[in-house]
C-alpha cells in the first residue's frame, strides 16, 4: 500500500493488515472499543458490553489481571447463540442473569414471544436470520480483541475477517483516526509538551461522551490553541486536533502529546 492509497482507501482490511510494532496491541484495542461503541446497541449481551469497558481500562493499566481474565471468559458465552435458541431460553428465562440478554432481544424485535413458543426444532435458532449473524458478530469481535494481536505482532486475521464481516462496521477514516499515517512518523519536540499541553491533552482523554465514546471536539480545539501557542507548527497535528471528524481514545494526535505512541 502507497501513501496515497492509505489516505484515499475506505477498507479497513487491507490498512489493518499492514499493522505492526511493539505498540500496536494498545492501539488496535482502542480501534476495536471505538468501533463496537459506534454499533453500541447492537450489543444485545451485558458481558459485551461489560468487556468493551475493562479493555479501555486495562490500556491504561486501570484494570486488574482478574477483572480482565473474567471479563474475556464472559465475553464468549455470547458468541455461542444460546440466547436464539429455543431450549435455553425456555429453561433459563426465569432467571435474572440468563433472561437479561432475551429481554433485550424481545424488545429489539429480533424474535417474538410467539416464536419462543412455537419453535419445533430446540436446536434451530430463532430470529433473523441476518439480523442474528450481524449480532453475534459484534460479539465474536468483542471477544477476539482480547487477543487480536499475533504472536508475530500482526492483527489477527480471523479478527479482521470477522470486522470485514460486521455491517456498519466504521470504514478508513476510524484506522485514520487512531494510527495516523503510516507514511509520515511524527516525532515531537517535547519542549513543546508544557504543562499547560500535558493537563488539557490528559483533560481531552479522559473527558468523552457515553456511550459512543467520542471525546469533545472544543477540548482538542482548546488544546490545539495551546499547543500552537507553545511553539508548535506541524500542520498535520494541529489541523487533526481541530479537525470536525469524530474523534476518539487512541486518535495519534492526542497519543502523541500523551507520549502514549
Known amino acids: 500500500m502507497t501513501e496515497e492509497e492509505w489516505v484515499e ?8 493488515e499492514i499493522q505492526s510494532g511493539a505498540t500496536l496491541e494498545r492501539k488496535v484495542i482502542l480501534y476495536l472499543c471505538a468501533g463496537v461503541r459506534s454499533l453500541w446497541m447492537s450489543l444485545y ?4 458490553r461489560d468487556a468493551i469497558a475493562v479493555l479501555e481500562r486495562a490500556v491504561d493499566g486501570l484494570a ?6 473474567d471479563a474475556w471468559y464472559f465475553a464468549e458465552s455470547p458468541t455461542f447463540g444460546y440466547d436464539f435458541a429455543p431450549f435455553f431460553i425456555r429453561e433459563y428465562r426465569d432467571d435474572e442473569s440468563e433472561a437479561e440478554s432475551v429481554r433485550r432481544l424481545l424488545d429489539m424485535g429480533v424474535y417474538t414471544e410467539e416464536d419462543i413458543a412455537s419453535a ?22 468483542v471477544y477476539h480483541a482480547f487477543h487480536c494481536i499475533t504472536r508475530e505482532g500482526c492483527v489477527d486475521e480471523h479478527l479482521i475477517d470477522h470486522l470485514s464481516r460486521q455491517d456498519g462496521w466504521p470504514r478508513g477514516s476510524l484506522v ?5 499515517n503510516p507514511f509520515r512518523p511524527k516525532p515531537l519536540d517535547l519542549s513543546r509538551i508544557t504543562p499547560t499541553v500535558e493537563t488539557l491533552a490528559q483533560a481531552a482523554y479522559d473527558d468523552r461522551t457515553v456511550p459512543s465514546g467520542e471525546l469533545y471536539k472544543d477540548r ?12 508548535c ?4 497535528i494541529l489541523t487533526h486536533l481541530r479537525s470536525p471528524s469524530p474523534h476518539v481514545r487512541g486518535c495519534w494526535a492526542l497519543d502523541l502529546l500523551l507520549g502514549k505512541s
Open 9 to 16: 482507501c475506505d477498507d479497513p482490511k487491507p490498512m489493518l
Open 45 to 48: 449481551d451485558r458481558r459485551s
Open 64 to 69: 486488574s489481571p482478574q477483572d480482565y481474565r
Open 120 to 141: 419445533v426444532d430446540e436446536n434451530e435458532f430463532i430470529g433473523n436470520v441476518r439480523v442474528r449473524d450481524r449480532l453475534q458478530n459484534l460479539a465474536h469481535v
Open 176 to 180: 485514520r483516526e487512531i494510527f495516523g
Open 220 to 231: 482538542l480545539a482548546v488544546l490545539s490553541d495551546a499547543l500552537e501557542d507553545a511553539g
Open 233 to 236: 507548527t506541524d500542520a498535520d
